[in-house]
């Protein structure tokens, strides 16, 4: 999930019983701490709207007018995908 040397503090209220559920579920789950349960909650959620928009977005494609890719057109679109996947390597 990443790197904890950032990290800040957050203080949130829950009943007793939520609060017993999550040291619960922190220790089934192999979490050290409930803070990693909720982290690894909240990433969860995370991926989950990124996969939602992603599907959104590929919806919305499906959804547009299509029309004709010339050569041109697909040599292009390759040209700009490489420069995209070389710039994404670059930055990890």
């Known amino acids: 999930m ?34 990693e349960y909720v982290r690894r909650l909240i990433y969860a959620d ?20 299509a029309r004709q890719m010339s050569a041109k057109d697909w040599k292009d679109l390759r040209r700009t995908l490489r420069a995209k996947l070389t710039r994404r390597r670059k930055a990890q």
């Open 46 to 65: 995370q991926k989950a709207r990124e996969h939602e928009e992603l599907e959104r977005r590929v919806l919305e494609g499906l959804d547009s007018p």
């Open 2 to 35: 990443g790197d904890n040397s950032g990290l800040t503090s957050m203080t949130i209220s829950l009943p007793a019983t939520q609060k017993a559920y999550v040291k619960a579920r922190a220790a089934a789950s192999g979490c050290s701490t409930p803070s």
